[in-house]
């Protein structure tokens, strides 16, 4: 077993530990199909926690989109997210003509699954933020990739923006019934029920 394959097994047991990172398979099962879970964005954790959520057979080809500012800000922190977790980065700010979707659309053309965040940017609580269009163009670029709505619930409460150390709160994730993007449905209105579809998995009275 390879370090990075270590340091993954280890920080799984501590999301575990922390969060509890309950799986709620609500509309779907967990399968080696390829796919974009796509939720509520509220922490730097949610895609740690979407990721221990997984069955460990379905982590190595499931990979989150990461600010590369952030993510690689430190050596340890870019090791991190590159080895264990294979991550796809991504600029916030776009680089003359560069499409943004690239390194998405490049994983996808070889096979991986994502975990992307359509907000574009972490919430302060409550409802989702307007989905930006990256995962309707993906979504046509890409039909054979199934769209798996999830709801992330309590992680906010885990690390708050502004915090670093981590607060034990029992957290879950909960999958959805995967969605179809319609042969001739616009970008609106798929955006919107996209997000709806992201709604509807949120815990009664929960965040």
Not at 44 to 68: C, K, M, Q, S
Not at 93 to 99: N, P
Not at 187 to 205: E, I, N, Q, T, Y
Request: charged share 20%; aromatic share 8%; with cysteine.
């Amino acid at each position: 077993m390879t370090r990075a394959e270590l340091m993954g097994q280890l920080l799984a047991f501590v999301a575990r530990l922390i969060t509890g990172a309950q799986g709620h398979w609500r509309g779907c099962v967990p399968q080696a199909v390829q796919r974009i879970y796509f939720a509520n964005h509220q922490s730097h954790l949610d895609w740690v926690l979407i990721w221990a959520a997984l069955p460990g057979e379905l982590r190595a080809r499931t990979r989150p989109i990461a600010a590369r500012d952030y993510w690689t800000a430190s050596p340890l922190k870019h090791w991190i997210t590159r080895e264990v977790f294979h991550a796809v980065y991504v600029d916030r700010q776009r680089q003359g003509d560069e499409d943004p979707l690239a390194p998405l659309q490049q994983a996808l053309q070889g096979g991986d699954s994502l975990v992307i965040f359509p907000e574009g940017t972490r919430g302060s609580g409550g409802e989702p933020q307007a989905f930006k269009s990256g995962l309707y163009h993906l979504a046509r670029q890409f039909p054979q990739v199934q769209l798996v709505p999830c709801w992330i619930a309590n992680v906010q409460r885990v690390m708050p923006k502004g915090e670093v150390v981590p607060v034990p709160i029992l957290c879950s994730v909960s999958f959805g019934v995967p969605l179809v993007l319609g042969e001739d449905e616009d970008k609106s209105a798929f955006l919107l029920r996209a997000r709806d579809a992201v709604m509807a998995l949120r815990p009664p009275g929960g965040d």
